[in-house]
């Protein structure tokens, strides 16, 4: 248990559909992450939150829409999703301050399947 | 851009004995950080070690150490005794001390089969 949770631990959806994924973590972190993990490829940094504000965006589709309403959680809004955005989605945190890199803490995952 | 290659997709090794998994980079800044993350079936990524680029000493962690060759910009894990926990996807990773947070440059993985 490093927590850090995730919810739903699956899910399948079809292009139209409307999801969210939700993260939460019980470690007092003030700067959270979405990642994308496809197969046979590095995982990819989304979009990143410190104390709540998004400070980083990588280029991702508006079809993704992340969501931070406070430093514990961390949503992430899916509709009308595209088959090669099936992939493993995982949420981390971390506890940003200046000096050595602090440990990122992961969640397990949502294992996203678009239809 | 920073780069992380992991050329091994797939490595095993028997239970008790050592194996090595290789990582190479790519930048052209002087201070960075290191990293070696491990996924089992769980998907829960959990850090094994990491290294600091200007300490010259390799990083140890119980069975895990790296051998860092900053010049070679080469940074592989060697696990010792290996157990049939240690069966995992091994992912290495980069951060550059210019950017704050925890942002990490990832390679592709090499996934580990433990034989017993």
């Known amino acids: 248990e490093t927590g850090v949770t995730q919810t739903p631990r699956h899910l399948v959806m079809g292009m139209t559909n409307k999801k969210s994924l939700k993260c939460e973590q019980h470690l007092g972190h003030n700067a959270m992450y979405w990642y994308k993990q496809s197969a046979k490829k590095p995982l990819e940094l989304m979009f990143v939150y410190n104390f709540k504000e998004q400070t980083e965006n990588n280029s991702v589709p508006s079809r993704f829409s992340p969501e931070c309403p406070n430093s514990s959680h961390l949503f992430l809004h899916l509709h009308t999703l595209q088959p090669e955005d099936s992939a493993l989605y995982l949420c981390?945190?971390?506890?940003?301050?200046?000096?050595?890199?602090?440990?990122?803490?992961f969640g397990s995952g949502t294992q996203l399947s678009v239809l | 851009a920073q780069t992380v290659t992991q050329s091994q997709p797939e490595m095993s090794v028997q239970e008790a004995e050592t194996v090595t998994l290789s990582c190479t980079y790519d930048t052209s800044e002087s201070d960075y950080y290191l990293f070696w993350y491990k996924q089992p079936p769980s998907r829960q990524m959990i850090l094994v070690i990491r290294q600091e680029a200007y300490k010259q000493q390799n990083a140890t962690e119980n069975r895990f150490s790296v051998n860092f060759q900053k010049a070679a910009k080469s940074f592989s894990l060697k696990i010792s005794d290996s157990q049939l926990g240690d069966a995992a996807m091994y992912f290495c990773a980069y951060r550059s001390v210019r950017t704050s947070g925890s942002r990490l440059t990832f390679g592709e993985g090499t996934q580990l089969t433990v034989n017993p």
């Open positions: 981390a945190s971390s506890q940003e301050r200046e000096g050595p890199s602090e440990k990122l803490f």
